[in-house]
């Protein structure tokens, strides 16, 4: 058994009576007391999120941006500003997804964000790829990452980060990041996040975390665990790289069917002939919101049934805590209409199907 | 985090806490380390009154965020009374686990189980505290 690695908020977590769980390899805080006060301060104010264990990589070399529009589904010539950010999957020849992840063009190249479980899969993949290009993947391990998000994310990091700093970030349009100081300085802001929520993505050097979380918290913003990170993201109809897509699933039967650019055809990125196969074939599976508005709890592995139709699958299920009931991810038969039954424990329970995400900026979205 | 055990209180290993009442019928809950393993407490269901138990059947369910957990008779015995206020305010199980977030009272079979059971010390011993 190998020992969790820890990122360097980790005292900082304990400090603050974290209650810590194994995630992907590391010691990371599901909570600090309770999951849904977290959730609701995320909602309502501004929280923070230790996402240090996802993997930032830089990547550089004069065959940067034609290794990156094969190696992803979605193109980085959609990227027509410095700072500009976009997601993608990145595909296996069958058209299967490898890893979900974040790209933003540069003024050295471009920076990609990773998760955490699959970055070691990324880099030897991404690797293999470059083979024979002039391009360097650069793996910035040194880098911690803060995401501050919550109504009042921006203002309250923007009383901690850098005078100077401040107009720009404010300036920030929301998908876009940029880099402070040099390369080797390490400070990046985005302003992008994964809650439904407005708010900062911040990488900056390991040994500088430690203070600038706790200057995020003299200013009020509370520090935030795993657990509600998933309750946020699931009301916000985000995907959850080994739960709702993997490399058993197409993006297009994963709701990542907006993540393909088709145009230029003759982009040959990697998967896209199995996809463009697949999609001539008609898709068999799509992904869907399920809402139960009665009692009881949706959890991901449960299965949907569809009168007359097939079964699908929840891939992602939770009590929603801004709703007051549960709320689901399910990929299920195509040819499903409005309504569903899942198996709660025994007993066949009738879900709506809607159209996510289910919460935006704190406010119920669908109908 | 230390849990809290009340030593007037016998428990049984499936994390059920029972206490006899001076009308010889028992009150059961779930214990405070249980709450604590189950995180934010969302949905509580309950048997209904005049259920007959068997002991170590399914009373019960409760619904945290993070998961579903059954809860059960640690004693055979008739469903004398049921906690609604806990049915409409679940979190009460987090706040109040020996309090006001009693599940259900049953009229025992034979009272004289709960002699058996485990006394608070024993159950701390068991969940390694």
Same mark, same amino acid.
């Given at each position: 058994m190998t020992t969790p690695k820890t990122t360097p908020l980790y005292d900082c977590h304990l400090a603050a009576n974290a209650k810590i769980v194994d995630f992907a390899g590391w010691s990371m805080p599901i909570h600090y007391g309770s999951q849904l006060k977290e959730h609701e301060i995320v909602r309502a104010d501004a929280g923070m999120f230790d996402v240090s264990h996802m993997?930032?990589?830089?990547?550089?070399?004069?065959?940067?941006?034609?290794?990156?529009?094969?190696?992803?589904?979605?193109?980085? !010539?959609?990227?027509?500003?410095?700072?500009?950010?976009?997601?993608?999957g990145m595909l296996t020849p069958e058209g299967t997804v490898i890893d979900d992840l974040i790209v933003y063009l540069t003024h050295y190249g471009y920076r990609v964000v990773v998760n955490a479980g699959t970055a070691d899969?990324?880099?030897?993949? +991404?690797?293999?790829?470059? =083979?024979? =290009?002039d391009v360097q993947i650069h793996v910035r391990r040194e880098l911690a +990452?803060?995401?501050?998000?919550?109504?009042?994310? *921006?203002?309250?990091?923007?009383?901690? *980060?850098? @005078? @100077?700093w401040e107009a720009t970030v404010k300036a920030l349009k929301v998908f876009q990041g940029f880099p402070f100081g040099t390369v080797e300085d390490g400070?990046?802001?985005? $302003?992008?996040?994964?809650?439904? !929520?407005?708010?900062? @993505?911040? +990488?900056?050097?390991? !040994?500088e975390a430690p203070l600038f979380w706790k200057a995020l918290i003299s200013v009020g913003v509370a520090p935030i665990g795993l657990g509600a990170r998933d309750t946020l993201r699931l009301e916000a109809g985000m995907n959850l790289y080994g739960h709702d897509m993997d490399e058993t699933i197409s993006p297009l039967e994963a709701g990542? %069917?907006?993540?393909?650019?088709?145009?230029?055809?003759?982009?040959?990125?990697i998967g896209r002939k199995a996809l463009e196969a697949q999609r001539a074939a008609g898709v068999a599976m799509k992904q869907v %919101?399920?809402?139960?508005?009665? $009692?009881?709890?949706? $959890? !991901?592995?449960? *299965?949907?049934?569809?009168?007359?139709? %097939?079964?699908?699958? *929840?891939?992602?299920?939770?009590f929603s805590p801004t709703l007051k009931h549960s709320v689901a991810i399910a990929r299920i038969p195509a040819a499903t209409g409005e309504t569903a039954q899942v198996d709660l424990r025994g007993t066949l329970t009738d879900v709506r199907i809607v159209k996510m995400p289910f919460v935006r900026n704190g406010k119920k979205v669908f109908n | 985090m230390m849990s809290n055990i009340p030593a007037e209180l016998k428990y049984v290993n499936s994390?059920?806490?029972?206490?006899?009442?001076?009308?010889?019928?028992?009150?059961? #809950?779930?214990?405070?380390?249980?709450?604590?393993?189950?995180?934010?407490?969302?949905f509580v269901e309950l048997p209904q009154v005049g259920d007959e138990l068997a002991a170590e059947a399914t009373a019960g369910v409760v619904e945290s965020v993070k998961a579903a957990s059954d809860v059960y008779a640690?004693?055979? #015995?008739?469903?004398?009374?049921?906690?609604?206020?806990?049915?409409?305010?679940?979190?009460?199980?987090?706040s109040d686990p020996y309090g006001a977030a009693w599940f259900f009272r049953v009229k025992p079979a034979d009272a004289s189980v709960l002699d058996g059971l485990m006394t608070a010390e024993q159950y701390a011993k068991e969940i390694g505290v």
């Open positions: 993997c930032v990589l830089d990547i550089t070399g004069a065959d940067a941006k034609s290794f990156l529009r094969g190696l992803i589904a979605n193109d980085v !010539e959609r990227l027509a500003f410095e700072g500009k950010a976009l997601y993608s899969k990324d880099i030897a993949w +991404m690797l293999k790829q470059a =083979q024979g =290009q +990452m803060i995401a501050v998000q919550g109504p009042n994310a *921006i203002e309250k990091a923007c009383k901690v *980060i850098h @005078e @100077e400070w990046f802001i985005a $302003r992008t996040g994964y809650t439904g !929520e407005d708010g900062l @993505e911040i +990488m900056l050097p390991a !040994e990542m %069917g907006w993540t393909i650019a088709w145009e230029p055809a003759d982009r040959d990125f %919101g399920l809402v139960l508005e009665g $009692r009881g709890v949706l $959890r !991901e592995g449960q *299965i949907v049934e569809v009168a007359g139709v %097939g079964k699908g699958i *929840i891939t992602s299920g939770t | 994390h059920e806490w029972l206490r006899l009442e001076a009308d010889g019928t028992v009150t059961i #809950g779930i214990t405070d380390h249980a709450q604590e393993l189950l995180g934010d407490i969302v640690p004693i055979a #015995g008739e469903v004398v009374a049921i906690n609604d206020e806990l049915t409409s305010a679940p979190e009460l199980a987090n």
